[in-house]
């Protein structure tokens, strides 16, 4: 059965501290890994995908990584509007269109 | 572009009754529907998938349904709800076959159950 653990729970920063995220899973078969941002009481936002170990990409403050038992989620001097949950999900080649959602990171930046 | 529109946003409804929650896509043809649960603090559950009309894949069983009258047209219904029925209901879709692609979301709609 896949699994996908996310750590910290939950995560405290100030303004400007730099830190991650992390997203670790048993997957026989992984074929994409996907991150996501949700704000209280919206649905998940899409932010990246990555598809092979040793893989990343970036966005703003943002940066995703792949390793083939992990991912991590790098946030660089990160802003209050950071402030969200943070959901990695997988995809496996033989689960068709379906993807596993790990618990989230609740972040909240402080000003 | 492609947009998704789920409705309605909240609703309270008694032990007992039925529900029916719809979700539609814009700008897409034959896209894959999903929806999904989200209980307070947790992850998501996906409840059913489709990937055409008429086509739907129970994940979790339970007592509700999904239909897709109609090609970007997905609807959760229920003839009798739980308490165990709250919580937030995402409607999702995804464009291709063979899986791995982008999985995109509605607003939700939050369900209270009294």
């Known amino acids: 059965e896949d699994q996908v653990t996310q750590s910290p729970e939950a995560l405290r920063l100030q303004e400007g501290e730099s830190s991650s995220l992390n997203c670790s899973y048993t997957?026989?078969?992984?074929?994409?890994l996907f991150w996501y941002r949700q704000d209280p009481g919206k649905g998940p936002e899409f932010l990246f995908t990555?598809?092979?170990a040793g893989e990343e990409k970036e966005k703003e403050r943002l940066k995703a990584t792949l390793t083939k038992k992990e991912s991590f989620l790098h946030i660089t001097a990160p802003k209050p509007e950071d402030s969200a949950t943070y959901l990695c999900?997988?995809?496996?080649?033989?689960?068709?269109?379906?993807?596993?959602f790990g618990e989230g990171t609740q972040l909240t930046v402080n000003p | 572009s492609q947009t998704i529109h789920q409705w309605p946003a909240t609703l309270v409804q008694p032990v007992g009754s039925p529900l029916s929650l719809e979700c539609t896509v814009e700008?897409?043809?034959?896209?894959?529907l999903y929806w999904y649960r989200q209980a307070a603090g947790r992850g998501l559950q996906l409840l059913f998938y489709?990937?055409?009309?008429g086509q739907i894949s129970s994940e979790v069983p339970q007592n509700l349904s999904a239909s897709r009258p109609q090609d970007r047209q997905f609807i959760l219904s229920s003839k009798k709800l739980l308490l165990s029925d709250s919580g937030f209901y995402l409607c999702?879709?995804?464009w291709g076959r063979g899986g791995g692609n982008t999985i995109y979301f509605g607003e939700g709609s939050w369900l209270t159950v009294v």
């Open positions: 999702a879709w995804s």
């Open positions: 997957v026989s078969g992984l074929r994409g």
């Open positions: 990555l598809y092979s």
């Open positions: 999900a997988v995809w496996r080649e033989t689960s068709g269109s379906r993807l596993t």
């Open positions: 700008g897409t043809s034959n896209p894959n």
């Open positions: 489709s990937v055409g009309i």
